[in-house]
């Protein structure tokens, strides 16, 4: 069996709004059914929908057997650090990263993700540029995940003023790999609610069930530089800076 090589001919004109229980229910359990390729992304990222007690909505599935070869992370592990994502957006409460999981699908194991429609008419550069508070806790949460890949066309904007993130696979890193197109805020003080919510993750990264979910999808060492990084960013109180030793921005940026 092999994917469609095109982009999907027919879309969902919206993705319904429903709650992340809810959402999460679908993804796990429902049907899914792949309707096109999105042809851009680097890895195998299928446009599919996922049906269950007669309601229908769109996702994103990516399975592991169509991951390449990275020379930095090991093979077969972006689902699972896709997941992860989701878990740490979860417990921050932030709702960065759309409802996603990991299961079986028509090519195997792998994410799959609820998909979200963006509004199409904001100025994508011009939110990346903003000092827009929503995207602000998005430097936080890719500061404490180690994001290595936050391009702007990563952001998904909402009309409802929501911005998403997405593609998340090459975050956890247990060395120091923040590369994001989100600098505006470097060196500057963490928000109060940031610094609230920071405690929260290092409290359920110690001992609550973030700490206890993501040992099931990273390795130990990887855990452990999660808190690392979240107990760095209470110490300091301040928003990271670039690494002399890695570049600042993904390439290509948008």
Known sequence: MSAPESEPAVRHSHTPVMDDERALKLLRDGR????????????????????????????VYKPVRGERPLWDFPDGTLAAREVAAFEVS????????PPTVYRDGPFGPGMCQLWIDTEREIDLMRLVRSRNPVVRRMAVFDAVVNNADRKG??????????????????????????????????????????????????????????GRRLRELLT??????????VRRLLDTGLHPSPSEDWPAIPWPPI
């Open 32 to 59: 899914l059914d792949v309707v096109g390729r999105l042809v851009e992304a680097t890895n195998l990222t299928l446009y599919c929908s996922v049906t269950l007690a007669g309601r229908t909505v769109a996702c």
């Open 90 to 97: 979860q417990t921050t409460g932030w709702q960065i990263v």
């Open 153 to 210: 066309g990563h952001l998904l904007p909402l009309p409802t003023g929501h911005v998403y993130g997405v593609d998340h696979g090459v975050c956890f890193a247990a060395e120091d790999k923040l590369r994001t197109v989100l600098w505006q805020w470097r060196g500057k003080p963490l928000a109060r609610e940031a610094v609230a919510v920071l405690a929260k993750l290092e409290r359920e990264l110690e001992s609550g069930a973030l």
């Open 220 to 229: 130990q060492a990887e855990v452990e530089a999660t808190w690392q990084r």
